[in-house]
């Protein structure tokens, strides 16, 4: 299993602000659900940040997004390690599958690879 990708999750209703924010840090929008909106640099696509008001189809917001390249081997091994699942791994309309774990902090992890 490979990492694709890790992207900090700011929970805020300030998404307007944030978008120019980061956008003066050379940040442009790549997706814009409504409820969330992800950043990302044009010379680096990876590097991106996303702003969320609240997780329409999740229990809680995640605090950070871990993209993996087979999500069914992280969740078998975050499950079999006995860490807290906090959201079952499924397919969400957007094209991605995924789950949340908790982390040994506390911390929410959206852990996803895309369909």
């Given at each position: 299993?490979?990492?694709?990708?890790?992207?900090?999750?700011?929970?805020?209703?300030?998404?307007?602000?944030?978008?120019?924010?980061?956008?003066?840090?050379g940040f442009e929008e790549v997706m814009d659900?409504?409820?969330?909106?992800?950043?990302?640099?044009?010379?680096?696509?990876?590097?991106?940040?996303?702003?969320?008001?609240?997780?329409?189809?999740?229990?809680?917001?995640?605090?950070?997004?871990?993209?993996?390249?087979?999500?069914?081997?992280?969740?078998?091994?975050?499950?079999?390690?006995?860490?807290?699942?906090?959201?079952?791994?499924?397919?969400e309309e957007w094209g991605v599958r995924r789950?949340?774990?908790?982390?040994?902090?506390?911390?929410?992890?959206?852990?996803?690879?895309?369909?």
């Open positions: 299993m490979a990492v694709r990708r890790v992207m900090p999750i700011i929970q805020s209703e300030a998404v307007e602000d944030s978008r120019e924010f980061y956008g003066r840090l659900l409504g409820w969330i909106t992800t950043l990302a640099s044009p010379a680096t696509p990876t590097a991106q940040v996303s702003v969320v008001t609240a997780d329409r189809t999740a229990p809680v917001t995640p605090d950070m997004s871990v993209e993996v390249d087979d999500v069914e081997a992280a969740y078998a091994a975050m499950r079999d390690s006995g860490a807290e699942i906090v959201h079952p791994l499924r397919d789950f949340f774990v908790r982390d040994p902090n506390g911390r929410v992890v959206n852990v996803l690879s895309h369909r």
